[in-house]
């Protein structure tokens, strides 16, 4: 069974770090892209970042609104995919979920997600 | 970026119904469209992917349609746990984006 089981999300102030964690299992790890999606409350989900699998150099696409403030890695000997989150701000504010991404000629769809974790941003 | 927009916002409908409902891309997707299904406090859930293939589990209710810019998905005889809200996702070209969800709510 697929299992995507994120952590590390809490309260923080504007301009400050968080890194939230996401470990997988149920599935060959290194065979897949692993992405962030993000829902504010009453909004729809929001892609963020997005690392391809080792077949594609696990190479990496942000959104505009995250790009140069967050850094998606993956740490393939402990399953666990991370989302370093850098100078943030009060937008950044939501549910962050890891989804397991589903390749297409250009972008990717999401099969699995995990149940989220929230990030509040506040002074 | 590719704006996805649905309509409407909010569906009331009977159990036992059946209903549609739309996604427009702002420009041509091809079929790169997924569809979610989310429920109140849980994570979205994959239903249909390349417009018209349903994921794996998903029961043959649930059917999309569609290519270019104009997308439906339609639910043949809503039941209790089809009370949710819906979002499409298009992923033809990078950013990646949503619409803004339709809620299907019992009338």
């Known amino acids: 069974e697929v299992q995507l089981v994120e952590s590390g999300g809490g309260l923080v102030q504007p301009g400050r770090s968080l890194r939230l964690s996401c470990t997988a299992s149920g599935f060959t790890f290194g065979d897949f892209a692993l992405a962030w999606v993000r829902q504010a409350p009453g909004k729809g989900p929001e892609w963020v970042a997005l690392?391809?699998?080792?077949?594609?150099?696990?190479?990496?696409e942000y959104a505009a609104s995250v790009r140069g403030r967050f850094t998606i890695t993956r740490d393939s000997s402990k399953t666990i995919a991370y989302l370093q989150m850098s100078n943030l701000e009060s937008e950044d504010t939501a549910l962050y979920y890891c989804?397991?991404?589903?390749?297409?000629?250009?972008?990717?769809?999401?099969?699995?997600w995990g149940q989220g974790t929230p990030v509040t941003v506040t002074s | 970026e590719i704006v996805m927009t649905q309509s409407p916002a909010t569906l009331s409908v009977s159990p036992g119904e059946g209903v549609t409902l739309s996604c427009w891309a702002s420009q041509s997707i091809s079929a790169n469209l997924a569809w979610y299904q989310q429920e109140p406090g849980q994570a979205p859930r994959l239903l249909i992917y390349?417009?018209?293939t349903r994921a794996t589990g998903i029961p043959a209710r649930f059917s999309g349609s569609g290519s270019g810019t104009d997308f439906t998905l339609t639910i043949s005889s809503l039941q209790s746990e089809d009370f949710a809200v819906y979002y499409c996702q298009h992923y033809h070209s990078w950013p990646l984006t949503f619409g803004g969800g339709t809620k299907v709510e019992i009338k």
């Open positions: 690392k391809r699998n080792r077949a594609y150099a696990e190479t990496t």
């Open positions: 989804a397991r991404a589903i390749p297409a000629i250009v972008g990717y769809h999401f099969d699995y």
């Open positions: 390349d417009a018209s």
